[in-house]
């Protein structure tokens, strides 16, 4: 299903869910669209195809998206970004698609959603820059955040509580990969575990690599979390993460790159971007946590994106 000659002439307002799921659709449509890129950027093209027809052929025709069955688990981190993007692009076409075979006219069809099912459990003490992060997106995306009482139970009970909140919810989506702690043999469509309360976990990034992530956040132009610019590669607790070491900058290193940057591509050729430009948008980090990540240890780290290790992917976590 394409609904766009040129997925980049587009510039549907993002004021709306419409508006946003439109944008991230073009996205996505304009990264598949890449040609005689890197061998990075055809992955990645392989495994956004993958989770959109498990989203569009599997998961949306199970549960209806847009009626309160489905909710989006998220945590402000770089992979449930990167799954909002794609999920809010296959929600947009699965509506066109329901449009498009609907025997009203167009005046009459009205996207069906004003915001998006989410759930955030806020388990450990966060780092503030990452609360502002989910703050800002709960705004870009039009999510419907619930946002548990802070550290006041387990992650099981978090859910539980949710689910009594929000009878409607039988299936929630995961931003986890194969490659986080326990997720070798995991499925895209499983129950929880016996221990959890009783819903489907949807887990359509399974396969991604840290590679395919940074390369579509990068290239998706949308602002990222400012601690992956200070060399953050996963964000847990504030008081258990640090910049990755991997990254750690050499004596001299400030200004020459040591390591390679995957992603320059993606960086100068961002959706949206009107000329080459090699900055990437990111979030303000908080003076606390300026403090915090300094306090420790006051060397320079690149980039949490020049990390495409994923057995390294989480060195910065105790
Ligand atoms: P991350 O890589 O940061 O998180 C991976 C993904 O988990 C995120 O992209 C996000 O979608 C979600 N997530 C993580 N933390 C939060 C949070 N605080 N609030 C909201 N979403 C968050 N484990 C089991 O052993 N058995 C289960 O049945 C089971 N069911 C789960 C159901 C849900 C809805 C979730 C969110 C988790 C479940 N887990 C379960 C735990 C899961 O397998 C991961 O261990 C957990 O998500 C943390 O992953 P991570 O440390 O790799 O963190």
Redesign the pocket.
Do not use: K
């Given at each position: 299903m394409i609904f766009l000659q040129s997925a980049k002439k587009s510039h549907p307002s993002t004021m709306s869910l419409e508006g946003v799921a439109e944008h991230c659709y073009n996205i996505t449509q304009s990264y598949l669209d890449l040609a005689n890129q890197t061998s990075i950027v055809d992955e990645t093209k392989e495994a956004i195809k993958l989770t959109r027809d498990y989203l569009l052929k599997d998961i949306f025709k199970r549960w209806d998206p847009f009626s309160g069955q489905i909710s989006?688990?998220?945590?402000g981190?770089k992979?449930?970004q990167v799954?909002l993007i794609v999920y809010l692009s296959c929600l947009w076409e699965f509506f066109k698609e329901s449009i498009r075979i609907s025997q009203f006219s167009l005046k009459f069809q009205k996207f069906p959603l004003e915001y998006l099912p989410t759930?955030?459990?806020?388990?450990a003490e966060t780092f503030q820059t990452l609360e502002d992060f989910i703050e800002l997106t709960k705004n870009r995306y039009f999510l419907s955040l619930y946002e548990s009482p802070r550290n006041q139970t387990s992650?099981?009970q978090a859910?539980r509580n949710y689910l009594d909140l929000n009878e409607n919810t039988e299936a929630?989506?995961?931003?986890?990969?194969h490659t986080?702690?326990?997720?070798e043999k995991?499925k895209c469509i499983e129950r929880?575990?016996s221990?959890?309360p009783d819903f489907i976990?949807l887990q359509p990034l399974l396969h991604w690599k840290l590679a395919n992530v940074w390369s579509l956040l990068l290239y998706s132009g949308e602002e990222l979390c400012g601690l992956y610019e200070y060399g953050f590669t996963?964000?847990?607790g504030v008081n258990t993460t640090r910049p990755n070491p991997f990254l750690k900058k050499g004596p001299g290193e400030d200004n020459g790159e040591a390591i390679t940057n995957h992603f320059s591509w993606e960086i100068s050729n961002a959706y949206g971007k009107a000329q080459e430009d090699s900055s990437v948008p990111v979030t303000r980090v908080s003076d606390a946590d300026l403090d915090i990540i300094q306090k420790t240890d006051d060397s320079a780290y690149y980039p949490g994106w020049f990390l495409i290790e994923d057995s390294k992917e989480r060195a910065g976590r105790s």
């Open positions: 989006f688990s998220y945590n981190g992979d449930c799954l759930v955030y459990i806020d388990q992650m099981p859910f929630i989506v995961i931003g986890i990969r986080d702690p326990y997720g995991l929880t575990d221990n959890w976990r996963s964000i847990g």
